[in-house]
């Protein structure tokens, strides 16, 4: 269930829907910290996916020598 937010959770003023950023006062809504929670993630499993590659091609190297 997506709620969406109508006031800025720090100064009260209304909220342009789907809004990333409150107009008065600049804080970024729950619905943009959200999502960059999800990016930060998303770029977290990117880096464990390359690390992962990394790892295995210096084993198979290794192994094959
Ligand atoms: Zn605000």
Same mark, same amino acid.
């Given at each position: 269930m +997506? +709620?969406v $937010? /109508?006031a800025?959770?720090?100064? #009260?003023?209304?909220l342009?829907?789907?809004?990333a950023?409150? *107009?008065?006062? #600049?804080?970024?809504?729950?619905?943009?910290?959200r999502?960059?929670?999800?990016?930060i993630?998303? *770029?977290?499993?990117?880096?464990?996916l390359?690390? #992962?590659i990394?790892? /295995?091609f210096t084993w198979i190297?290794?192994v $094959?020598?």
């Amino acid at each position: 269930m +997506q +709620q969406v $937010q /109508a006031a800025c959770d720090t100064c #009260g003023a209304a909220l342009v829907p789907n809004a990333a950023y409150c *107009e008065r006062c #600049g804080a970024r809504t729950r619905r943009a910290r959200r999502l960059v929670r999800l990016a930060i993630r998303v *770029e977290l499993l990117f880096f464990a996916l390359v690390v #992962g590659i990394v790892i /295995a091609f210096t084993w198979i190297y290794s192994v $094959q020598r």
